[in-house]
Protein backbone atom coordinates (compact mmCIF):
# COMPACT_ATOMS: atom_id res chain seq x y z
CA UNK A 1 0.00 0.00 0.00
CA UNK A 2 1.45 3.32 -0.63
CA UNK A 3 1.41 6.64 0.82
CA UNK A 4 -1.24 8.06 -0.86
CA UNK A 5 -3.43 5.29 -0.39
CA UNK A 6 -3.65 5.51 3.08
CA UNK A 7 -3.64 9.14 3.19
CA UNK A 8 -6.29 9.52 1.31
CA UNK A 9 -8.52 7.72 3.95
CA UNK A 10 -7.07 10.70 6.51
CA UNK A 11 -8.83 13.96 6.96
CA UNK A 12 -7.32 16.75 8.76
CA UNK A 13 -9.02 19.71 10.09
CA UNK A 14 -6.77 22.99 9.84
CA UNK A 15 -7.94 25.63 11.79
CA UNK A 16 -6.24 29.17 11.98
CA UNK A 17 -7.59 32.82 11.97
CA UNK A 18 -5.09 33.81 9.49
CA UNK A 19 -6.59 32.52 5.82
CA UNK A 20 -2.71 32.99 4.66
CA UNK A 21 -1.17 30.29 7.61
CA UNK A 22 -4.10 27.89 6.91
CA UNK A 23 -4.26 27.88 3.24
CA UNK A 24 -0.35 27.51 3.04
CA UNK A 25 -0.39 24.54 5.75
CA UNK A 26 -3.51 22.94 3.13
CA UNK A 27 -1.54 23.19 0.31
CA UNK A 28 1.57 21.93 1.68
CA UNK A 29 -0.32 18.42 3.30
CA UNK A 30 -2.56 18.15 0.32
CA UNK A 31 -0.11 16.91 -2.29
CA UNK A 32 0.82 14.02 0.03
CA UNK A 33 -2.75 12.65 -0.24
CA UNK A 34 -4.59 14.25 2.69
CA UNK A 35 -8.28 15.22 2.81
CA UNK A 36 -7.64 18.99 4.12
CA UNK A 37 -10.47 20.68 6.19
CA UNK A 38 -10.34 24.76 6.81
CA UNK A 39 -11.55 26.56 10.05
CA UNK A 40 -11.06 30.57 10.37
CA UNK A 41 -12.51 30.10 14.04
CA UNK A 42 -12.93 27.43 17.00
CA UNK A 43 -17.11 27.78 16.39
CA UNK A 44 -16.81 26.86 12.79
CA UNK A 45 -14.16 24.16 13.64
CA UNK A 46 -16.78 22.31 16.17
CA UNK A 47 -19.29 22.70 13.92
CA UNK A 48 -16.91 20.83 11.10
CA UNK A 49 -16.15 18.09 13.20
CA UNK A 50 -20.10 17.08 13.97
CA UNK A 51 -20.14 17.25 10.07
CA UNK A 52 -17.28 15.15 9.21
CA UNK A 53 -15.37 12.23 10.10
CA UNK A 54 -12.13 13.99 10.84
CA UNK A 55 -9.01 12.29 12.00
CA UNK A 56 -6.61 15.11 12.76
CA UNK A 57 -6.92 18.71 14.46
CA UNK A 58 -4.31 21.04 13.50
CA UNK A 59 -4.98 24.39 15.77
CA UNK A 60 -3.33 27.48 16.28
CA UNK A 61 -2.94 28.26 20.06
CA UNK A 62 -3.37 32.06 19.15
CA UNK A 63 -7.07 32.52 17.88
CA UNK A 64 -9.52 35.29 19.06
CA UNK A 65 -13.13 34.37 20.91
CA UNK A 66 -12.26 30.90 21.48
CA UNK A 67 -8.40 29.80 21.24
CA UNK A 68 -6.65 26.94 20.48
CA UNK A 69 -6.51 25.58 23.93
CA UNK A 70 -10.57 25.78 24.68
CA UNK A 71 -10.66 24.27 21.24
CA UNK A 72 -8.70 21.30 22.44
CA UNK A 73 -10.36 20.71 25.80
CA UNK A 74 -13.89 20.88 23.70
CA UNK A 75 -12.30 18.54 21.60
CA UNK A 76 -11.38 16.03 24.27
CA UNK A 77 -15.00 16.24 25.96
CA UNK A 78 -16.61 16.11 22.94
CA UNK A 79 -14.86 14.30 20.21
CA UNK A 80 -11.87 12.57 21.81
CA UNK A 81 -11.31 10.23 19.06
CA UNK A 82 -9.85 13.07 16.96
CA UNK A 83 -5.88 13.77 17.80
CA UNK A 84 -5.20 17.08 18.36
CA UNK A 85 -1.57 18.82 17.10
CA UNK A 86 -1.06 22.63 18.60
CA UNK A 87 0.57 25.32 16.61
CA UNK A 88 2.51 27.18 18.90
CA UNK A 89 4.68 30.58 18.72
CA UNK A 90 8.04 30.26 20.67
CA UNK A 91 6.56 31.72 24.04
CA UNK A 92 3.04 29.27 24.11
CA UNK A 93 5.25 26.36 24.46
CA UNK A 94 4.67 25.74 27.87
CA UNK A 95 1.22 25.53 27.07
CA UNK A 96 1.74 23.34 24.80
CA UNK A 97 3.71 21.14 26.40
CA UNK A 98 0.52 20.68 29.54
CA UNK A 99 -1.95 20.06 26.60
CA UNK A 100 0.28 17.49 25.85
CA UNK A 101 0.07 16.02 29.27
CA UNK A 102 -3.76 16.24 28.89
CA UNK A 103 -4.10 14.80 25.51
CA UNK A 104 -2.88 16.47 22.47
CA UNK A 105 -0.29 14.39 20.41
CA UNK A 106 2.76 16.98 19.58
CA UNK A 107 2.71 20.63 19.25
CA UNK A 108 4.44 22.54 16.41
CA UNK A 109 5.98 25.41 16.88
CA UNK A 110 6.22 28.55 14.06
CA UNK A 111 7.80 29.05 11.57
CA UNK A 112 6.44 25.37 10.85
CA UNK A 113 8.64 22.84 9.27
CA UNK A 114 7.10 20.67 6.52
CA UNK A 115 9.08 18.03 7.79
CA UNK A 116 7.83 18.41 11.29
CA UNK A 117 4.51 18.56 10.24
CA UNK A 118 4.28 15.41 8.29
CA UNK A 119 5.83 13.36 11.23
CA UNK A 120 3.60 15.11 13.65
CA UNK A 121 0.42 13.87 11.67
CA UNK A 122 1.55 10.57 11.40
CA UNK A 123 2.12 9.68 15.02
CA UNK A 124 -1.74 11.74 15.45
CA UNK A 125 -3.50 9.28 12.66
CA UNK A 126 -1.84 6.53 15.01
CA UNK A 127 -3.24 7.53 17.92
CA UNK A 128 -6.65 8.31 16.29
CA UNK A 129 -6.56 5.00 14.94
CA UNK A 130 -6.13 3.35 18.58
CA UNK A 131 -8.99 5.92 19.92
CA UNK A 132 -11.28 4.69 17.65
CA UNK A 133 -10.40 1.23 17.89
CA UNK A 134 -10.90 1.24 21.53
CA UNK A 135 -13.96 3.04 21.32
CA UNK A 136 -15.54 0.40 18.74
CA UNK A 137 -14.56 -2.60 21.36
CA UNK A 138 -16.37 -0.69 23.94
CA UNK A 139 -19.92 0.13 22.09
CA UNK A 140 -19.57 -3.83 21.31
CA UNK A 141 -18.94 -4.42 24.97
CA UNK A 142 -21.39 -2.45 25.98
CA UNK A 143 -24.05 -3.28 24.03
CA UNK A 144 -25.20 -0.18 22.77
CA UNK A 145 -26.57 0.28 19.06
CA UNK A 146 -25.47 3.63 17.94
CA UNK A 147 -28.45 3.46 15.60
CA UNK A 148 -31.01 4.10 18.64
CA UNK A 149 -28.96 6.15 20.67
CA UNK A 150 -30.02 9.67 21.91
CA UNK A 151 -27.80 11.35 19.88
CA UNK A 152 -25.67 14.65 21.01
CA UNK A 153 -23.55 16.52 23.25
CA UNK A 154 -24.97 19.06 24.92
CA UNK A 155 -25.22 18.69 29.19
CA UNK A 156 -28.93 18.01 29.54
CA UNK A 157 -28.15 14.92 26.85
CA UNK A 158 -25.50 13.77 28.89
CA UNK A 159 -27.15 14.17 32.33
CA UNK A 160 -29.64 11.70 30.31
CA UNK A 161 -27.33 9.27 29.23
CA UNK A 162 -25.62 8.96 32.43
CA UNK A 163 -29.58 8.49 34.14
CA UNK A 164 -30.16 5.75 31.11
CA UNK A 165 -26.56 3.99 32.16
CA UNK A 166 -27.61 4.05 35.80
CA UNK A 167 -31.61 2.60 35.41
CA UNK A 168 -31.24 0.24 32.04
CA UNK A 169 -30.07 -2.80 33.88
CA UNK A 170 -32.59 -2.75 36.41
CA UNK A 171 -36.10 -3.40 36.02
CA UNK A 172 -37.33 -0.12 37.41
CA UNK A 173 -40.45 1.46 35.45
CA UNK A 174 -39.70 4.51 33.69
CA UNK A 175 -41.66 7.36 32.60
CA UNK A 176 -40.24 9.66 30.02
CA UNK A 177 -41.73 13.30 29.85
CA UNK A 178 -41.47 15.89 27.22
CA UNK A 179 -42.90 17.48 23.91
CA UNK A 180 -43.89 15.80 20.95
CA UNK A 181 -41.03 15.40 18.70
CA UNK A 182 -38.11 15.19 21.30
CA UNK A 183 -37.32 11.65 20.72
CA UNK A 184 -38.54 9.76 23.51
CA UNK A 185 -39.21 6.84 21.54
CA UNK A 186 -35.40 7.17 20.84
CA UNK A 187 -34.30 7.13 24.32
CA UNK A 188 -37.08 4.20 25.09
CA UNK A 189 -35.16 2.01 22.83
CA UNK A 190 -31.46 3.70 24.07
CA UNK A 191 -32.37 2.27 27.76
CA UNK A 192 -34.29 -1.24 26.08
CA UNK A 193 -30.65 -1.85 23.99
CA UNK A 194 -28.59 -0.66 26.88
CA UNK A 195 -30.32 -3.41 29.15
CA UNK A 196 -30.09 -6.84 29.68
CA UNK A 197 -33.73 -7.49 27.84
CA UNK A 198 -32.00 -6.14 24.14
CA UNK A 199 -32.34 -9.98 22.80
CA UNK A 200 -36.18 -9.61 23.27
CA UNK A 201 -38.94 -7.51 22.07
CA UNK A 202 -38.93 -4.04 22.22
CA UNK A 203 -42.73 -3.14 21.79
CA UNK A 204 -44.53 0.10 21.21
CA UNK A 205 -48.00 1.54 21.60
CA UNK A 206 -49.36 4.85 20.75
CA UNK A 207 -52.48 5.08 23.38
CA UNK A 208 -53.73 8.53 21.45
CA UNK A 209 -54.11 6.34 18.24
CA UNK A 210 -56.30 3.81 19.57
CA UNK A 211 -59.88 4.01 20.73
CA UNK A 212 -60.80 2.67 23.99
CA UNK A 213 -61.57 -0.54 23.47
CA UNK A 214 -59.28 -1.41 20.96
CA UNK A 215 -56.28 -0.29 23.28
CA UNK A 216 -57.45 -2.18 25.89
CA UNK A 217 -57.53 -5.63 23.86
CA UNK A 218 -54.34 -4.70 21.65
CA UNK A 219 -52.66 -4.48 25.09
CA UNK A 220 -54.08 -7.72 27.08
CA UNK A 221 -55.28 -9.98 23.58
CA UNK A 222 -58.78 -11.55 23.69
CA UNK A 223 -60.27 -14.84 23.63
CA UNK A 224 -62.49 -16.41 20.40
CA UNK A 225 -65.55 -14.74 21.26
CA UNK A 226 -65.08 -12.30 23.57
CA UNK A 227 -67.10 -9.42 21.03
CA UNK A 228 -68.08 -9.39 17.56
CA UNK A 229 -65.35 -10.27 14.83
CA UNK A 230 -63.41 -12.26 17.50
CA UNK A 231 -62.93 -15.51 15.60
CA UNK A 232 -59.79 -16.33 17.17
CA UNK A 233 -57.69 -15.76 20.30
CA UNK A 234 -54.91 -12.86 19.97
CA UNK A 235 -52.20 -12.23 22.18
CA UNK A 236 -51.75 -8.99 23.65
CA UNK A 237 -48.45 -6.61 23.41
CA UNK A 238 -48.20 -7.68 26.69
CA UNK A 239 -47.89 -11.09 25.80
CA UNK A 240 -45.50 -10.71 22.96
CA UNK A 241 -43.51 -8.04 25.00
CA UNK A 242 -42.45 -11.22 27.66
CA UNK A 243 -38.82 -10.64 28.95
CA UNK A 244 -39.05 -7.59 27.15
CA UNK A 245 -40.05 -3.77 26.98
CA UNK A 246 -42.91 -2.45 26.13
CA UNK A 247 -43.62 1.19 25.73
CA UNK A 248 -46.60 3.16 26.27
CA UNK A 249 -46.75 6.51 24.53
CA UNK A 250 -49.40 9.04 25.25
CA UNK A 251 -49.58 7.74 28.14
CA UNK A 252 -52.22 9.82 29.84
CA UNK A 253 -54.76 9.36 26.90
CA UNK A 254 -55.56 5.49 28.13
CA UNK A 255 -59.11 5.20 29.78
CA UNK A 256 -59.83 4.65 33.41
CA UNK A 257 -60.33 1.50 33.10
CA UNK A 258 -57.82 0.50 31.03
CA UNK A 259 -55.26 2.37 33.66
CA UNK A 260 -56.56 0.05 36.38
CA UNK A 261 -55.72 -2.96 34.34
CA UNK A 262 -52.03 -1.43 33.78
CA UNK A 263 -51.83 -0.82 37.79
CA UNK A 264 -52.86 -4.40 38.16
CA UNK A 265 -49.97 -5.53 35.91
CA UNK A 266 -47.12 -3.26 37.77
CA UNK A 267 -48.27 -4.92 40.89
CA UNK A 268 -48.86 -8.43 40.15
CA UNK A 269 -47.37 -9.07 36.41
CA UNK A 270 -50.36 -10.65 35.56
CA UNK A 271 -53.73 -10.08 33.76
CA UNK A 272 -56.30 -11.78 31.42
CA UNK A 273 -57.59 -11.38 28.02
CA UNK A 274 -60.40 -9.54 27.38
CA UNK A 275 -63.35 -11.90 27.31
CA UNK A 276 -60.81 -14.58 29.01
CA UNK A 277 -60.57 -16.08 32.72
CA UNK A 278 -57.01 -17.50 32.51
CA UNK A 279 -54.14 -15.43 34.49
CA UNK A 280 -51.27 -14.99 32.44
CA UNK A 281 -48.15 -13.81 33.51
CA UNK A 282 -45.74 -11.60 31.53
CA UNK A 283 -42.54 -10.48 32.97
CA UNK A 284 -42.45 -6.69 31.13
CA UNK A 285 -40.07 -4.04 31.42
CA UNK A 286 -42.67 -1.02 31.00
CA UNK A 287 -41.63 2.95 29.76
CA UNK A 288 -44.07 4.92 29.69
CA UNK A 289 -44.13 8.57 28.00
CA UNK A 290 -46.49 11.41 27.60
CA UNK A 291 -46.43 15.00 26.05
CA UNK A 292 -48.55 17.06 28.76
CA UNK A 293 -48.28 17.31 32.61
CA UNK A 294 -49.51 13.96 33.80
CA UNK A 295 -49.50 15.87 37.26
CA UNK A 296 -51.79 18.12 36.37
CA UNK A 297 -54.02 15.25 35.24
CA UNK A 298 -53.71 13.64 38.17
CA UNK A 299 -55.06 16.73 40.04
CA UNK A 300 -58.11 16.77 37.54
CA UNK A 301 -58.41 13.07 38.45
CA UNK A 302 -58.22 12.51 34.68
CA UNK A 303 -55.61 10.09 35.69
CA UNK A 304 -54.83 7.79 38.39
CA UNK A 305 -52.31 8.92 41.32
CA UNK A 306 -51.74 5.40 41.98
CA UNK A 307 -50.56 4.37 38.80
CA UNK A 308 -49.10 7.85 38.15
CA UNK A 309 -46.37 6.59 41.25
CA UNK A 310 -46.19 3.31 39.62
CA UNK A 311 -44.58 5.32 36.26
CA UNK A 312 -42.66 7.65 37.87
CA UNK A 313 -39.96 5.46 39.56
CA UNK A 314 -37.27 7.00 37.50
CA UNK A 315 -38.97 10.34 35.74
CA UNK A 316 -36.30 11.18 32.65
CA UNK A 317 -37.60 15.19 31.48
CA UNK A 318 -36.69 14.99 27.28
CA UNK A 319 -35.93 18.55 26.53
CA UNK A 320 -37.08 20.40 23.82
CA UNK A 321 -34.68 21.06 20.66
CA UNK A 322 -34.80 24.69 21.13
CA UNK A 323 -33.00 23.94 24.62
CA UNK A 324 -29.93 22.11 23.42
CA UNK A 325 -29.38 24.04 19.55
CA UNK A 326 -25.99 23.10 20.44
CA UNK A 327 -26.58 19.05 19.33
CA UNK A 328 -28.01 20.42 16.27
CA UNK A 329 -24.83 19.64 13.93
CA UNK A 330 -24.39 16.26 15.32
CA UNK A 331 -28.37 16.13 14.77
CA UNK A 332 -28.17 17.34 11.24
CA UNK A 333 -25.00 14.69 10.27
CA UNK A 334 -26.62 11.75 11.57
CA UNK A 335 -29.80 12.55 9.51
CA UNK A 336 -27.88 13.52 6.44
CA UNK A 337 -26.28 10.39 6.18
CA UNK A 338 -29.10 8.08 7.10
CA UNK A 339 -31.52 9.68 4.78
CA UNK A 340 -28.79 9.11 1.91
CA UNK A 341 -28.66 5.57 2.72
CA UNK A 342 -32.99 4.93 2.70
CA UNK A 343 -33.35 6.94 -0.72
CA UNK A 344 -29.74 5.43 -1.90
CA UNK A 345 -28.54 8.62 -2.45
CA UNK A 346 -24.86 9.34 -2.76
CA UNK A 347 -23.79 11.34 1.19
CA UNK A 348 -23.89 15.06 1.02
CA UNK A 349 -22.61 17.54 3.25
CA UNK A 350 -24.12 20.86 4.12
CA UNK A 351 -22.64 24.46 4.30
CA UNK A 352 -21.80 25.82 7.59
CA UNK A 353 -23.92 28.70 6.99
CA UNK A 354 -27.05 26.90 5.83
CA UNK A 355 -25.90 24.95 9.39
CA UNK A 356 -25.58 28.22 11.57
CA UNK A 357 -29.08 28.99 10.11
CA UNK A 358 -30.79 25.93 11.22
CA UNK A 359 -29.61 26.73 14.53
CA UNK A 360 -31.03 29.83 14.68
CA UNK A 361 -34.50 28.74 14.13
CA UNK A 362 -36.81 27.79 17.56
CA UNK A 363 -38.17 24.03 15.86
CA UNK A 364 -41.61 23.83 17.38
CA UNK A 365 -42.06 20.56 16.12
CA UNK A 366 -38.18 19.25 17.83
CA UNK A 367 -36.01 16.48 16.48
CA UNK A 368 -38.70 15.19 14.57
CA UNK A 369 -39.54 18.48 12.61
CA UNK A 370 -35.32 19.02 12.08
CA UNK A 371 -35.66 15.32 10.52
CA UNK A 372 -38.23 16.12 8.02
CA UNK A 373 -36.28 19.40 7.06
CA UNK A 374 -33.29 17.43 6.39
CA UNK A 375 -35.04 15.03 4.46
CA UNK A 376 -36.73 17.79 2.53
CA UNK A 377 -33.32 19.67 1.87
CA UNK A 378 -31.51 16.52 0.56
CA UNK A 379 -34.20 15.39 -1.70
CA UNK A 380 -34.47 18.75 -3.88
CA UNK A 381 -31.59 20.66 -3.45
CA UNK A 382 -28.83 19.62 -6.29
CA UNK A 383 -26.25 21.52 -4.53
CA UNK A 384 -23.38 20.07 -2.59
CA UNK A 385 -23.27 21.25 -0.19
CA UNK A 386 -26.27 21.81 0.67
CA UNK A 387 -26.68 26.10 1.67
CA UNK A 388 -28.73 28.61 3.03
CA UNK A 389 -31.02 28.77 0.19
CA UNK A 390 -32.42 25.10 -0.48
CA UNK A 391 -33.58 25.63 3.66
CA UNK A 392 -37.31 25.62 2.93
CA UNK A 393 -39.29 28.76 3.00
CA UNK A 394 -41.84 27.85 6.02
CA UNK A 395 -38.58 28.12 8.41
CA UNK A 396 -37.06 31.22 8.66
CA UNK A 397 -34.19 31.04 11.09
CA UNK A 398 -33.53 34.65 12.69
CA UNK A 399 -29.90 35.73 11.55
CA UNK A 400 -26.97 36.02 14.58
CA UNK A 401 -27.19 39.32 15.77
CA UNK A 402 -25.64 42.02 14.28
CA UNK A 403 -22.96 44.22 15.83
CA UNK A 404 -23.70 47.27 13.23
CA UNK A 405 -26.33 49.39 14.09
CA UNK A 406 -29.30 48.88 10.91
CA UNK A 407 -29.00 51.15 7.89
CA UNK A 408 -32.99 51.66 8.71
CA UNK A 409 -34.22 52.06 11.85
CA UNK A 410 -37.33 51.79 10.60
CA UNK A 411 -37.14 48.63 9.27
CA UNK A 412 -39.29 45.58 10.52
CA UNK A 413 -37.31 43.10 12.23
CA UNK A 414 -36.34 39.66 10.60
CA UNK A 415 -39.04 37.45 12.05
CA UNK A 416 -41.82 39.75 10.78
CA UNK A 417 -40.55 39.87 7.01
CA UNK A 418 -40.90 37.27 4.35
CA UNK A 419 -38.19 35.09 3.61
CA UNK A 420 -37.91 36.91 0.14
CA UNK A 421 -37.17 40.54 2.41
CA UNK A 422 -35.06 38.73 5.03
CA UNK A 423 -32.56 37.29 1.68
CA UNK A 424 -32.75 40.85 0.42
CA UNK A 425 -31.31 42.08 4.08
CA UNK A 426 -29.12 39.40 4.26
CA UNK A 427 -27.25 40.24 1.25
CA UNK A 428 -27.68 44.13 1.73
CA UNK A 429 -25.89 43.95 4.68
CA UNK A 430 -23.03 41.83 3.54
CA UNK A 431 -22.15 43.65 0.77
CA UNK A 432 -22.17 46.76 2.93
CA UNK A 433 -19.75 45.22 5.40
CA UNK A 434 -17.15 44.02 2.06
CA UNK A 435 -17.44 47.56 1.02
CA UNK A 436 -19.21 45.67 -2.19
CA UNK A 437 -16.91 42.89 -2.60
CA UNK A 438 -18.72 40.45 -3.96
CA UNK A 439 -16.25 37.62 -3.02
CA UNK A 440 -16.00 38.27 0.15
CA UNK A 441 -19.61 38.82 0.57
CA UNK A 442 -20.05 35.39 -0.95
CA UNK A 443 -17.53 33.88 1.68
CA UNK A 444 -19.26 36.13 4.55
CA UNK A 445 -22.75 34.31 3.52
CA UNK A 446 -20.80 31.10 2.97
CA UNK A 447 -22.43 30.51 -0.38
CA UNK A 448 -21.16 30.43 -3.89
CA UNK A 449 -20.23 33.75 -5.96
CA UNK A 450 -22.22 32.32 -8.63
CA UNK A 451 -25.01 31.95 -6.41
CA UNK A 452 -24.31 35.61 -5.06
CA UNK A 453 -24.01 37.01 -8.78
CA UNK A 454 -27.87 35.52 -9.48
CA UNK A 455 -29.10 37.00 -5.74
CA UNK A 456 -28.02 40.52 -6.47
CA UNK A 457 -29.40 40.66 -9.76
CA UNK A 458 -32.81 39.07 -8.51
CA UNK A 459 -33.09 41.39 -5.54
CA UNK A 460 -31.40 44.39 -7.95
CA UNK A 461 -28.42 45.33 -5.73
CA UNK A 462 -26.10 45.81 -8.14
CA UNK A 463 -25.35 49.51 -7.26
CA UNK A 464 -23.58 48.18 -3.88
CA UNK A 465 -21.27 46.51 -6.12
CA UNK A 466 -17.58 48.53 -5.74
CA UNK A 467 -16.14 49.82 -9.04
CA UNK A 468 -13.75 47.22 -10.72
CA UNK A 469 -15.88 44.19 -9.24
CA UNK A 470 -18.59 44.57 -12.09
Not at 105 to 119: G, M, N, R, S, W
Not at 353 to 367: C, D, F, I, K, T
Not at 401 to 408: A, D, I, S, Y
Request: proline content about 5%.
Amino acid sequence: MNSNSFHSRSTLLIVDDDNASREGLCMALEPSGYSCLQASSGLQALGLLHLHDVDVLITDIRMPEMDGMELFKRVQSERPEVAVILVTAYGEVEAAVQAMKEGAVDYITKPVKLDHVELSVARALAASRLKKENRHLREQLEGQSPSVRLLGNSPSIRKILQTVSAVAPTRATVLLEGETGTGKEVLAKTIHEASPRREASFIAVNCAALPETLLETELFGHEKGAFTGAEQRRQGRFERADNGTLFLDEITEASLATQVKLLRVLQDQCFERVGGTETIRSDVRLIAATNVNIKERVEKDAFREDLYYRLNVVSIVVPPLRERKEDIPLLVAHFLSQIAREHGMEPREISYGALEQLQHYHWPGNVRQLRNCIETMLVLSRNDPIGVEDIPHDILPAPPPLREKPTVSATPSIRERTLEEAERQWILEALQKENGNRSAAARRLDISRSTLYRKIKHHHLENLVAKGDE
